[in-house]
T-cell receptor
Framework: QKEVEQNSGPLSVPEGAIASLNCTYS??????FFWYRQYSGKSPELIMS????GDKEDGRFTAQLNKASQYVSLLIRDSQPSDSATYLC????????????????FGKGTLLTVNP | GAVVSQHPSRVICKSGTSVKIECRSL??????MFWYRQFPKQSLMLMAT?????????EQGVEKDKFLINHASLTLSTLTVTSAHPEDSSFYIC???????????FGPGTRLTVL
């Protein structure tokens, strides 16, 4: 069974610190990796996508992918109270056909709290 | 990013009635859309894959006769909760993949309350 694992948290960091969110996945042939942010009572919002090994930076966010270790992470620099949310790691295992080729497997999410 | 809308955003209905939720991709075409359900403080649960021009594919344990899905066009999928009961009260969210970016975009969700 294809699985995506995240620490459920809560992860608590002070304002201005670096928040590090981690995710592992079981399907070695997975192709695409995504981080979504979900505020309480709202739907998920795409933060980052990453497809190749290494780092990808976008503003205060950096996604890191290591396919050999089946590990993807999200770093949030200069954390702000507005970053407090649940962060969902999602993986496209690939191998499907037609529309199911885009089906994502989600982790259960990590709750991040940034304290002022 | 791409935009996906849902309507209504919130609905309250009596037990036994049916409720229809619309999901639209506003600036791109989507031959596939996904429907999720999320209970409070729980993770997203995929209910079904909506396929334009063919039957929806339901996840294990999801009753296809209770949750009717119709993918009427390349920009519209509907989820109808039939004979709704209080245990169907939940947050229903759709998503659509943007094929050129291999990225799924979520609608804002519909909060259903069945009295």
């Amino acid at each position: 069974q294809k699985e995506v694992e995240q620490n459920s948290g809560p992860l608590s960091v002070p304002e201005g610190a670096i928040a590090s969110l981690n995710c592992t996945y079981s399907d070695r042939v997975s192709q695409s990796f995504f981080w979504y942010r979900q505020y309480s009572g709202k739907s998920p919002e795409l933060i980052m996508s990453i497809y190749s090994n290494g780092d990808k930076e976008d503003g205060r966010f950096t996604a890191q992918l290591n396919k050999a270790s089946q590990y993807v992470s999200l770093l949030i620099r200069d954390s702000q109270p507005s970053d407090s949310a649940t962060y969902l790691c999602a993986v496209n295992p690939g191998g499907g056909s037609g529309g199911s080729n885009y089906k994502l497997t989600f982790g259960k999410g990590t709750l991040l709290t940034v304290n002022p | 990013g791409a935009v996906v809308s849902q309507h209504p955003s919130r609905v309250i209905c009596k037990s036994g009635t049916s409720v229809k939720i619309e999901c639209r991709s506003l600036d791109f075409q989507a031959t596939t859309m996904f429907w999720y359900r999320q209970f409070p403080k729980q993770s997203l649960m995929l209910m079904a894959t909506s396929n334009e021009g063919s039957k929806a594919t339901y996840e294990q344990g999801v009753e296809k006769d209770k949750f009717l899905i119709n993918h009427a066009s390349l920009t519209l999928s509907t989820l109808t909760v039939t004979s709704a009961h209080p245990e169907d009260s939940s947050f229903y969210i759709c998503s659509a993949p943007h094929y050129t970016t291999d990225t799924q975009y979520f609608g804002p969700g519909t909060r259903l309350t069945v009295l």
